[in-house]
């Protein structure tokens, strides 16, 4: 009963079966191998992005702040969210590749709405060379709360973007999930979306550890080269990395798995609406709960072995006091265990 | 006939095999896994120092900068050799990471004598808060030529650091091959030769991609874990590079396997110093060599499939001329590859 | 009637006068000038700090990032407010002066209180190497919105700041117009309540252009000069920053400009409080007011020559719509030109 | 007898009168004085470029390394010689600026060849993400050792700079005196002769402290608006750099100050070289003079209170020792200064 992060679990079959298969004679080294080939073909299909330029990294942060430094310049500010990854979880790795970039916070919590995007932006103003000059829009889909925003939002968003000409990224840590969630196509969710530069999660679903950076526009794609390499995030043995991210993508196992972790979140979601002192905190459309149960709950479910995020200390008097939780169901989690686990909260 | 670099061949069968003994259950994430503890216990076993702090990163580069940027202030040099990889091969990386250090040049090739040390040290005068101030020394082991420093060599340049209180640094992305030449412990090339951080290779000795950093003196080791997570090299499910490392370590493979590509280069060299036409540019110690053959024997390897760096146009009138090349075995070569690729020669 | 700011005026006469001076025969460059001893021993007396080390910049942005970059490591972040210069105003030199901090706003305006920095700190889980660390406390005295932080606010947030064990730095700007608001001595303002360094302005309050940068505890002097000269603010001929300061620490011209610039304020202010309708926006404890007033007022103070800041269009259609402005009074505005702005607003 | 450096003497006349005459009344802040319009316009007519962005700096450091910053993207290395300022006395500011730039060094003392150029731009592989990048060319007139490039010789290496697609840079900090050297005019020297950005030294030639930045084509003007800012060098009470501009250039002071100290230097060697026991080291071309003497006259020249570069220790008992000095001429040195100077020396 692993519910603690979707970077906890095992890695899929196909991404193992890929590497082990990869692991045969010589390849050329640093992204010039066969299989990085094979991996930038795909994604361009899967995305109808012909032009597209495609490069792996091994981790979120490092998609992330390579993409918004060949976005922002270090005089400008990225516009996110307070409880966006980039803000709170990857100590100062954007202020670090940006050459002192500053993330400017919209709204007030994990979404943010143009009205908001338009007060943020409007905040700087344009020609003063004193000012934070204004600079990409990021946006976090799967949100941090597990929320989606669903094309209209993003359409709305991109769309105020650009009137003030600001370039527009995705972090996509759990971009398959809302994919499932909104049963849409990959593009759709991004250019078609008006977003520039994705990045492109595999490890959460499934991968050892690769994420895709995929620029829709490549004018950027010789500058993203020299920063990737000069940040020692370009790989020697690259193939490891191709062969991860092909076996993630062949004949739609990406999807299929994020599937199978939403409609685990569901079924968890379910239960837990039905738990006696449960309460929900979000909507979770996508494989993220948040929630509070009961002290003396949580309790049972720590003597059970339930492992998963817990922002409370256990210990207390109050055995009825709400503490609150969050639960990440990844592709592994089965019906079994989120039964036994819902069972424990209704004993 | 592959002999362009020890990072274009497979991994390990030991690595492979670790890599997927680790892919079960669940696991914490971002070095808290358990092997992350097997990893550590070892290496500070078979480098006899119990306190010292152990990191795993994927990249050279990545081990490199950030263990150079731990030492470094942004307004102190490095010192290291026109050739180091630090100072030609990462595309600022050391730059970046340590936020503007430059890089002092010492000799004029790839190993510096005690004598150079001081002169280049002592370009830069004390107390004076216009010029480059003094920081940390990067010895290459095995160098970029091939060369691996005796421990006398070592110890009279880390002595040399020490009167100017200057720390020492081995990139020693090739460290196995080193130890293998000279037929030392651990311990004896690094701490008690006077190394205090040591870029502890793996992947061009058979890992997929991982390379431990490792302190001997741990005070560092916490602005360390921050520096890693800033340049986003903390991995979240860092269990797979713990795994390597210890597919790597365990059973003293990874000394094996560096013995066996340092005979193999052994065996390589006799042939060329028969063959031929060729002439050896550097003294092979450990898995590289650097000579010349003329055209028209690039030429017939070429026809047969041999890879390896060739530093000049292979197209050319004069069949005679001697082009420059540059071979490298790693684990894998066999016997019977090298001594085709001679044959080839002789023919 | 020149209200726009006090970076708009002269300079005074003393200040001029030392630097004329000081244009006399040689003297050692890069702040070893034998004027440079008089400012800190000035500097050491007048603030009761005897081991205080002095140092002195040409802009109040330099002085600031400088302070702060020899505070704060790159992965630490600073609490300020949103309104703080060091926020708003200054192009990211703090990000890229420390190397990529990030600044952690605290409340929503120019002053912060305890509990909000609290909330600030809490923000910022101690020890997990995601977030971003907690680092220095910078105040603003004289706050951007005109506001005065009294003795006892200032000690009770340096007390807190001490319990997590950050360092305060105050940027004072307007130093000398807060001192003349709270008539205390510059111990009592810096050191005695908490501060550890001050950015000690003298440009707006009449020099042409310096600050002294004071750290009470000069553990941080050696690194301050090098971060000073790399960062290009080290002046090869220092005796004209020297003059400067001489010229207006001298005889306590500083304070008696402040408490002049100040009482003009307080003239200003109260005729503004009867002024048919002007509405004040701030409670102007030091040289700064905050006002609305109709555009048909606006008008005419522009048509007479006036000029402040105006934060809205002149031109528009409704005469009474309240615009809001800002007016400033450095040390050389007169009673005559208060007495003749206010004569046409009720005129 | 001071012979220290240019940046050790007075400030001329016309720079202190036309402070004084600036500081009257209010003027918009942040470089939008009318003085510098005037500035602006001057050094176009002078430089006959109409449309170069002309900017104001207060050091020299400040306006290499903007400008600097401004032509190179950090992953590209800076051309230079070894004993350029912007390697060898800035304090790593140009790779602080750049965001981790490399200076690669070319030649072996102060001035580069075109082969010594060639031979380091082609030390860099184009299009290998490894290796430094290739970035601009930047040349000091005067260099550090008081030569002179001719026209021919600048013109050579800029010519093999553009062939490459690289800008260059001029570090004149003593442009003047190369300019009273060669006789030519400022577009001569400058971008006919394919200089693409200009540091215009104002400081050691006679100012307090003002160097220009001119970029003659303005592509880059917004960008080094907001480096400047950023870097804290934009000064508030800008029209104080404005003034000692305008006094430095008004009727041509700045190039018969100039002329004045190149006659008085070569008043100087022309003693030095008949002085009993002195030996010129350099060819001096404008102000500067490196020469040995006996130990025995540095001690009779200090014992009369003459001050100058001295790069060896004074006490010694060999007083026929040759020691290496500099000396600089300023436009305040008089011929009496001189002749005393030599007086000593022949005694």
Redesign the interface.
């Known amino acids: 009963m692993?519910f603690?992060?979707d970077?906890?679990?095992?890695?899929l079959p196909s991404v193992?079966q890929a590497?082990?298969d990869a692991?045969?004679?010589?390849?050329?080294?640093?992204g010039d191998d066969a299989l990085m080939g094979e991996v930038r073909a795909l994604i361009r299909t899967q995305f109808e992005a012909p032009d597209a330029a495609v490069y792996l990294?091994?981790?979120?942060?490092?998609a992330n702040?390579?993409a918004l430094s060949t976005l922002a310049?270090?005089?400008q500010t990225v516009f996110c969210t307070p409880l966006a990854h980039i803000n709170?979880?990857?100590?100062?790795?954007p202020?670090?590749?940006?050459?002192?970039?500053?993330?400017s916070?919209v709204g007030a919590s994990d979404k943010m709405t143009p009205d908001q995007l338009r007060a943020a932006i409007e905040r700087w103003t344009y020609g003063d060379?004193?000012?934070?000059?204004r600079g990409p829009v990021s946006l976090t889909q799967v949100t941090e709360m597990g929320h989606v925003y669903s094309l209209k939002e993003l359409a709305a968003l991109t769309g105020l973007a650009k009137t003030y000409r600001l370039p527009v990224h995705m972090d996509g840590a759990r971009f398959a999930n809302a994919l499932a969630a909104l049963e849409c196509t990959p593009a759709e969710m991004t250019w078609r979306a008006g977003i520039d530069v994705l990045s492109f999660g595999g490890?959460?679903n499934g991968c050892?550890?690769v994420e895709a950076v995929i620029f829709f526009d490549p004018k950027h794609a010789w500058?993203f080269?020299?920063?990737r390499?000069?940040?020692?995030?370009?790989?020697?043995?690259h193939r490891?990395l191709s062969a991860q991210m092909l076996g993630y993508l062949k004949d739609g196992t990406w999807r299929q798995m994020a599937a199978r972790a939403n409609a685990a979140c569901a079924r968890l979601a379910a239960g837990l609406r039905d738990a006696p002192g449960a309460v929900l905190q979000n909507d979770p459309q996508a494989n993220m709960i948040f929630a509070t149960l009961p002290r003396a709950a949580h309790q049972r479910l720590h003597d059970a072995g339930a492992?998963y995020g817990l922002f409370a200390p256990l210990k207390g008097d109050d055995a009825k006091e709400a503490l609150p939780m969050r639960l990440v169901c990844d592709w592994s989690i089965t019906d079994d265990l989120i039964d036994r686990f819902l069972d424990i909260l209704t004993a």
């Open positions: 692993y603690a992060s970077n906890c679990g095992p890695a193992m590497v082990m692991n045969d004679g010589y390849q050329p080294s640093y990294v091994a981790t979120g942060t490092a702040s390579l310049q270090p005089w709170t979880d990857e100590c100062h790795a202020e670090f590749f940006t050459g002192g970039s500053k993330l916070l060379v004193h000012v934070s000059q490890t959460k050892m550890g500058e080269e020299l920063r390499k000069r940040a020692a995030h370009l790989f020697s043995k490891y492992v």
